[in-house]
């Protein structure tokens, strides 16, 4: 199985390590994102808040953006996996905003949430089943 225990605590670490560089001084929630991305390689994001709070950029987003910045082939099919993470509240899946922009890099990709009460696991598909799309 691809998602073992090594790959997953390997993700989850990666998770917390970038929910240390989080920006968060208004909501004071650190979220950070672990994105396996299709080079086998794991990108890291975090939140980065600020003052006019509607820009606030989520976790899943800025990993999103750094994956993209290795990768420039296949981008249609980046996600394999994101990991995120925070240590505040419970397992907090990824927001609207970050579900469409994950179905736009990937579709079958599995997304882990984490947080107080331990780590969830589900899909692109799942928490975004109609997502839009502008060739329907
Ligand atoms: N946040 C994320 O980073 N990802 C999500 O999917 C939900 C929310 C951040 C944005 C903001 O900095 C803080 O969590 C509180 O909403």
Not at 10 to 17: G, H, M, Q
Not at 22 to 43: E, Q
Not at 114 to 126: A, L, P, T
């Amino acid at each position: 199985m691809k998602f073992n225990e090594a790959l997953i605590a390997t993700l989850r670490e990666e998770a917390l390590k970038a929910s240390k560089q989080a920006y968060a001084p208004y909501s004071k929630l650190h979220v950070g994102a672990a994105l396996l991305a299709n080079d086998g390689n794991i990108y890291r994001g975090a939140n980065v808040e600020n003052a006019s709070y509607g820009l606030t950029l989520c976790a899943e987003r800025a990993a999103v953006a750094a994956a993209l910045q290795a990768i420039s082939q296949n981008r249609e099919n980046l996600v394999e996996a994101i990991y995120i993470v925070n240590t505040k509240l419970p397992a907090i899946p990824p927001c609207g905003a970050c579900r469409q922009v994950l179905y736009e890099f990937g579709h079958g990709g599995i997304i882990f949430f984490d947080g107080q009460d331990g780590v969830k696991k589900s899909s692109i598909e799942k928490l975004l089943p109609e997502a839009f799309r502008l060739n329907v």
